[in-house]
């Protein structure tokens, strides 16, 4: 491990404008630990890099012999299936391949609702497929985390954000990971305002406007208003390369995390054009994998040089977070800067391959 580079990459973190949060560990064992501006305990918006809490937590009920992943979703909420979406099935959410991805006219329209549950849920089930579920995927920006929420919820008769916090957060050891604020946390201002950076497009000006509410920031919103820490969030990716246990306690099988990292399409599928973010996404169920040497150019968050077996999830270009079984590395890097999404993917890309460099170079 060369320590000369990970100072650097200290250094480039603290220089970025915003506050932030770097956690990075190596064979389970923290080897850095930045916080810009921020302390260690301060909880930040993970945007998408929350959804797969939800998603994991779905595929606890299957473990638990409560839900089959390839069973319809209307056996257990029919008004899901009354609008062509009866074959539709909590895998095909999971990667994103129901056919139906966005619940209103727009994701403009979901975002305006979204601090709704119930509105959320009802758009969500009245959508109309515009393809077969699972012959593609297209990002479910904010509906895939309301369709498997509500879903547990039927299955369950719990709140998704109690379930989470007793049968996930809790056991995982995550002390300061929420969906949704608090109220109090909110009117204390322990969470960070979001900021952007003067280019920022008026698309994200008003994205950042809207989330810098607190009937926002405190509503659950299971694919966008998970808050935490980089240590919190790395400390998850550890337990699920530790095959789902930590310190004793077992919080998945080791099946359940296989399961979860599978790919979900073959790599020419893989390769194609999302839809609706514009490039392409190599999905498992539950989260977006590495592309390895495959000879595709697209966005790649967790760097250039991440294996196919790399796990995680990028957040708005605002967090990311994953893991690389490979050299058994965790990196959770959260922000609260808004900034273009060129400037923002070459940064994520960047960083996460010095990283890598860094742990596989002795120094």
């Not at 909590?90 to 609702?113: E, K, M, Q």
């Not at 169920?285 to 040497?293: R, S």
Request: hydrophobic share 40%; glycine share 6%.
């Amino acid at each position: 491990m060369n320590e000369d580079a990970l100072t650097r990459i200290a250094e480039l973190v603290s220089r970025r404008p915003g506050r932030a949060q770097l956690h990075v560990r190596h064979h389970g064992t923290p080897i850095l630990d930045v916080c810009v501006r921020c302390d260690p305990d301060t909880q930040f918006l993970l945007w998408s890099t929350g959804k797969p809490f939800t998603a994991m937590a779905v595929h606890l009920l299957a473990e638990r012999g409560a839900l089959d992943l390839d069973a319809p979703i209307a056996d257990h909420w029919p008004e899901y299936g009354r609008s062509g979406k009866y074959a539709v099935t909590p895998r095909h959410v999971l990667t994103h391949s129901t056919g139906a991805p966005l619940s209103t006219w727009h994701v403009v329209g979901d975002a305006l609702i979204m601090h709704d549950w119930d509105r959320s849920t009802r758009a969500a089930a009245a959508a109309k497929p515009k393809t077969e579920p699972g012959r593609s995927s297209a990002y479910h920006i904010l509906s895939h985390g309301f369709i498997l929420g509500e879903l547990l919820q039927r299955v369950t008769g719990r709140q998704l954000a109690e379930y989470l916090r007793t049968e996930i957060f809790a056991p995982a050891g995550l002390e300061n990971t929420t969906l949704g604020l608090s109220p109090s946390a909110w009117n204390e201002r322990t969470v960070l305002e979001l900021s952007k950076a003067p280019r920022t497009s008026f698309p994200d000006r008003l994205k950042v406007a809207r989330f810098d509410k607190k009937f926002v920031r405190t509503a659950p919103i299971p694919a966008a208003t998970v808050h935490s820490t980089a240590r919190d969030v790395a400390r998850f990716h550890h337990l699920l390369l530790n095959g789902g246990s930590r310190d004793g306690v077992a919080v998945f099988k080791p099946e359940t995390v296989q399961e979860a990292l599978k790919p979900a399409f073959a790599d020419t599928e893989a390769m194609r054009i999302d839809p609706v973010i514009g490039h392409a996404v190599r999905w498992s169920p539950a989260f977006q994998l590495g592309w390895g040497t495959m000879p595709i150019e697209t966005a790649k968050p967790f760097g250039r040089t991440a294996g196919k077996e790399v796990f995680g999830h990028n957040g708005s270009n605002y967090c990311n977070a994953w893991a690389d079984p490979e050299h058994d590395l965790v990196v959770a890097y959260l922000s609260n800067r808004m900034t273009p999404r060129g400037p923002a993917l070459a940064w994520q890309t960047e960083i996460s391959d010095l990283i890598r460099t860094a742990v596989s170079r002795q120094s």
